[in-house]
């Protein structure tokens, strides 16, 4: 079975440009979430989606992150501008529901460096 | 927001050695995961407690949940260099209890 797949695994960018990641998430898991980990910090969840509707959203901040999920199976998280304190992990996981009762399976992340 | 706060935040042991991390909360969980993360790799679940004083294990981890579903510990039993990683627990939180909140982790560092 395939994991989660994430691109890009690294991207360094200048502090005011734009950056994308793209998550694709397990065949069939209905929920997906976008983890921010800083250094030496377990994740702290920014969005989640339940098919292609958001659950939680509030620890967006929506001022220059933005994410969406397309059709309920891929998604893409932006950032517009870049701030260097978004130096971070961004990791995506999908499971088959949300909560705690079922597993969550992550990517490998994309380590952001803005510089 | 539903805290979760691990202790220690770093521990850095013997090979061989025993230690225990704990999760603990002022919130009743549902239920409790724990995860291990290696560098540069996404965390990965090794277990879900649910019931109250629920005690699992797995090789040489034993994970317990507190009676009152407040709190959790993992113990490591003769720790190998293999063992060393960020240990996170999580648990679901908000309102709908739907989704999943992680903890800060502690780091553990096991020396051959």
């Known amino acids: 079975e395939a994991g989660v797949a994430q691109s890009p695994r690294y991207k360094i960018i200048e502090k005011r440009q734009s950056v994308a990641f793209w998550c694709n998430p397990i065949?069939?898991?209905?929920?997906l979430y976008w983890y921010q980990q800083i250094l030496g910090q377990g994740p702290k969840l920014l969005i989640q989606f339940q098919n292609n509707g958001v659950v939680d959203d509030s620890q967006l901040p929506k001022d220059r992150f933005s994410a969406e999920r397309l059709k309920g199976v891929d998604s893409t998280l932006k950032i517009q501008p870049a701030k260097l304190e978004d130096s971070a992990v961004y990791l995506c996981?999908?499971?088959?529901?949300?909560?705690?009762?079922?597993?969550?399976?992550f990517g490998q992340g994309t380590r952001l460096t803005v510089v | 927001t539903q805290l979760l706060e691990q202790s220690p935040q770093f521990l850095s042991i013997q090979e061989g050695e025993n230690l225990t991390v704990y999760c603990n909360s002022s919130?009743?969980?549902?239920?409790l995961q724990w995860y291990r993360q290696e560098p540069g790799e996404g965390p990965v679940l090794l277990v879900t407690?649910?019931?109250?004083?629920e005690v699992k294990k797995l090789k040489r981890l034993t994970f317990q949940f507190g009676d009152a579903r407040k709190d959790s510990s993992l113990h490591i039993t003769a720790a190998q260099p293999g063992d060393t990683g960020l240990y996170l627990c999580a648990a679901p939180s908000g309102g709908s209890n739907y989704k999943l909140t992680f903890g800060k982790g502690t780091l553990l560092t096991v020396n051959p």
């Open positions: 919130s009743v969980f549902s239920s």
């Open positions: 407690v649910v019931t109250g004083g």
């Open positions: 065949s069939g898991h209905a929920t």
């Open positions: 996981a999908s499971s088959l529901a949300g909560g705690g009762y079922t597993e969550a399976f």
